[in-house]
């Protein structure tokens, strides 16, 4: 029976401490993140709208992702009154008012965040992809906006496709949603035909998917107008990174008439849009003028033929 007023006392093992200690100070840190005004001043707890927590069925990589773009968050980070997050981007898209609790963002900056950032080293987010890079959390940024394992934009030209993966699913993607053409060979011969040739509207193809050396193509050919100028132009982009690109050659040619005209060059990777592939110019370009002379002075018809094969360089 214990006397009144007792008190209990105990040895407390330092191990036991030291992960009290841990879990305290983990806590502040995030904690701090909660309570800021645009003024500075403290907000009471019972006032503010919940903040994320950390909890065991958290991942920790998830206090670090901007909820409203999901990518990782990086300096300067801001934070609403109540302790909402979001990155410098997003912060310019929502107007000054938090996506979470609608309150006015201003500009506080969630310093306590980003000063846990630097002490983290984190896997790539392309893991399950098969990247075992494990980085500081600043350099695992840098390192994913050009780690080769990250999903590929769908190449289909002409549109603002959102598709995205890996090769094999944007070549059945491109099969069965977009109905182009596949090609097994390392050779091509395409016949374009224009009922008036003096009218060039913008207008986007990709004709074929070429699958050679076990390896997949996108042949592309478009007519637009280059300053003043309407024109013809068609060029190759290969379906992997530019490393494995540069292993390849392909050449272009248009003929008719008794002429013509041959581009060689190197397939560009889709992880280069299509359109800056085009703008670039980085292919085979047909002036209407010319193009006209392939058909023949008096055809009332514009008519190209493309032929080309691709190799690799030993």
Same mark, same amino acid.
């Given at each position: *029976? ?39 001043? *403290?907000? @009471?707890? =019972? ?16 206090? &670090?992702?901007? @909820? ?7 300096? @300067? ?10 990155? =410098? +981007?997003?912060?310019?898209? /929502? ?20 000063? /846990?950032?630097? &002490? ?12 075992? $890079?494990?980085? @500081? ?21 002409? =549109?603002?496709?959102?598709? *995205? ?5 944007? /070549? ?9 053409? $596949? ?21 986007? %193809? *990709? ?9 997949? &193509? ?50 560009? #990777?889709?992880?280069? #849009? ?20 392939? +058909?023949? +002075?008096? +055809? ?10 691709? %190799?690799?360089?030993?």
């Amino acid at each position: *029976m214990m006397e009144s007023g007792a008190h209990i006392t105990r040895d407390i093992p330092e191990s036991e401490t030291e992960d009290e200690t841990a879990v305290f100070e983990s806590s502040s840190v995030v904690n701090r993140c909660t309570f800021f005004k645009a003024s500075n001043a *403290m907000t @009471p707890k =019972s006032e503010a709208t919940a903040a994320p927590v950390l909890t065991s069925g958290t991942c920790l990589t998830d206090l &670090f992702d901007c @909820p409203v773009c999901t990518n990782s968050l990086c300096p @300067p980070i801001y934070q609403c009154p109540n302790g909402h997050v979001l990155c =410098s +981007s997003c912060k310019l898209r /929502v107007e000054d008012q938090c996506p979470t609790c609608r309150r006015e963002l201003g500009s506080i900056r969630c310093l306590a965040l980003e000063k /846990v950032a630097e &002490f983290l080293e984190l896997p790539c987010r392309y893991q399950s992809e098969g990247c075992t $890079m494990v980085l @500081p959390y600043y350099q695992k940024i840098k390192h994913e906006k050009t780690c080769e394992l990250r999903p590929y934009y769908c190449p289909y030209a002409g =549109s603002e496709c959102p598709t *995205m993966g890996d090769i094999p699913t944007l /070549v059945a993607h491109l099969r069965n949603d977009h109905k182009v053409d $596949m090609h097994d060979g390392c050779s091509f011969n395409h016949r374009y035909v224009k009922s008036n040739p003096h009218e060039v509207e913008n207008a986007t %193809w *990709m004709l074929t998917v070429f699958n050679c050396f076990e390896q997949h &193509f996108c042949l592309h050919f478009e007519a637009f107008v280059l300053g003043k100028e309407p024109v013809y132009m068609a060029f190759l982009r290969f379906m992997g990174e530019e490393s494995e690109a540069n292993n390849f050659r392909y050449t272009l040619e248009v003929g008719g008439n008794n002429r013509r005209m041959v581009w060689q060059g190197i397939p560009r #990777s889709i992880r280069d #849009s299509h359109r800056k592939v085009r703008d670039s110019y980085d292919g085979l370009i047909i002036y209407r003028d010319v193009a006209l002379s392939f +058909s023949g +002075s008096t +055809s009332k018809e514009l008519k190209l033929r493309v032929t080309g094969r691709i %190799w690799k360089e030993e």
